[in-house]
């Protein structure tokens, strides 16, 4: 952007800031930054004898999480790991999951985090990509590594269990898992060693202390997977860390003395869940409330039944899934003060029968893997859930641009663009994509599609690439799947755009039912009701259940696909 731009651009002098919480700065200060390594051990040494997570019923001070983490980098030195070497992760959030992070940190090492779900030609990319050295990986998820481990040119295999770090409940948890539920299918790993080992070992040997900086690179994020090619962004320390002092400096007027219970469903190897449940928990002395399978109601349940918490994080399907299960609606959510939703579109109809359940505001915020993630987040005090993503958080800017590149007009829409101490500093090894993201000044394109209010509150209409032209106008697949799922017989629903004779583009609308005598003649009557008629869809197909990611995204793509290649045949 021009210096003409800038001084033209009506973003610059961050209204937003005149909206904040009266406790909350309008900057941080960048110059005091530390490192993840330093966070951690300031955490581990503040908060010594406080619980840091638990999981299955077990409990991990912070004086044995660091115990652990320092036998996991310990035992990586004598494999003879070095600075800026990338490890990856590939596991849900299982005790071991923490540990294993602080310790590849405090090793010099850069952490990749995998998704367990990964088939094994995605798992081959990311590994190769990121050229990473060895991978800790669950063992109910190790047969996907040794499918392609041939191909992996990994020096080693980690073999955790979901019962490390549990003491005697481990053992339990172990059997329940591969000898009860049949979880762990048979795998042959020949360069193997498992957790119990990598500690036992690690903690023979003492540590050689690492210099760790804050501009050291501390994650590959991988992120565009949903759309395109998986991609790492570069996280280095000091966007982790800052994110964390953003949120916090947001948080401080209502969270209170203290001690905090965060229920920790998101996964930690997605961005949101490593900043939110883990590095924030970690900062302010929190428990971590470990969540390994989010996607299990009930068990869930079961571990909110016996575990008080006053923090809940989640994502728009995840708060839904759990107000449809009887014994998640009968506990006792007196003691939770914040509700936070991110990673996607919260809608209306969800956000407010939370707040008839548990009496608490859900406050979405907004982000991505490439800014760590925080960018926007509504006010805490929030009375009703506005719909919209909230102000920038400190330190950050924000400026709406046309299709030009210019700055649009004070309330049109445009594209989304993002300049602070949490933004990446680029795609690893694609300096081509990092070029067409980024700008010569910084800021972060997000590819969303955004409108600010003059107060700087800002709303996200969709993203660029999922917008659906009409004969010339546009629908946002969002807008149109916030007015489905207000009909009192829809679950969930995902709208996509499919070629168009008549029109360009049509939209179509992929339905999950909560009656079963929901009719498309039913439904496209309720929709013309809020909409213009273009932006109704005319084809309606019902679905038991929606595609998701694993962390509860809705996979238009995948739908769009199906579409496709059936309108084929």
Known sequence: MSVTDRAQDPYAARPWTKSYPPESPADIDCDKLASLVDVFKKATRDYAQRPAFESFGAVLTYAELDTAAQAVASWLQAQGVEKGDRIAIMAPNVMAYPAVIFGILMAGG???????????????????????????????????????????????????????????????????????????????????????????????????????????????????????????????????????????????????????????????????????????????????????????????????????????????????????????????????????SGGMATQDVVAKRWKQLTGRTIIEGYGLSETSPIVTINRPDLAEFSGAIGYPVASTEISIRNDDGAPAPQGERGELWVRGPQVMQGYWNRPDETATAMDADGFFHTGDVAVMAPDGLVKIVDRLKDMILVSGFNVYPNEVENVLTQHPKVKEAAVIGVPSEHSGEAPVAFVVRRDPSLTAEELRAFAHETLTSYKVPRIYEFRDELPKTNVGKILRRVLREEYLAREKV
């Open 110 to 340: 850069v952490v990749v985090n995998v998704n367990p779900l990964y088939t094994p030609h995605e798992l081959q990319h990311q590994i190769s990509d990121s050229g990473a050295k060895m991978v800790f990986v669950l063992e109910n998820f190790a047969h996907t590594v040794a499918a392609v481990w041939p191909e992996l040119a990994l020096d080693h295999a980690i073999i955790v269990s979901p019962g490390d770090l549990l003491r005697f409940r481990g053992v339990v948890v172990n059997a329940v898992s591969r000898y009860v539920k049949c979880a762990v299918p048979k795998f042959r790993i020949p360069e193997s060693t498992p957790f119990s080992q990598v500690l036992a070992e690690g903690r023979k040997r003492p540590l050689q202390p690492t210099s760790v900086s804050r501009d050291d690179v501390a994650f590959l994020q991988y992120t565009g997977g949903t759309t395109g090619v998986a991609k790492g962004a570069v996280l280095l320390h000091r966007n982790l860390t800052a994110n964390v002092a953003q949120a916090a400096s947001w948080l401080d007027g209502i969270l209170g003395a203290g001690p905090h219970v965060m229920v920790a469903a998101l996964p930690f190897y997605h961005i949101f869940g490593l900043t939110c449940c883990c590095v924030l928990v970690l900062s302010i002395g929190a428990k971590g409330l470990l969540i390994a399978n989010p996607r299990d109601i009930a068990g869930f349940t079961r571990i909110l039944r016996g575990s008080p918490f006053t923090m809940f994080s989640g994502v728009n399907t995840l708060y839904a899934a759990l107000m449809e299960n009887a014994d998640f609606r009968a506990l006792d959510f007196s003691r939770m003060g914040f509700c936070i």
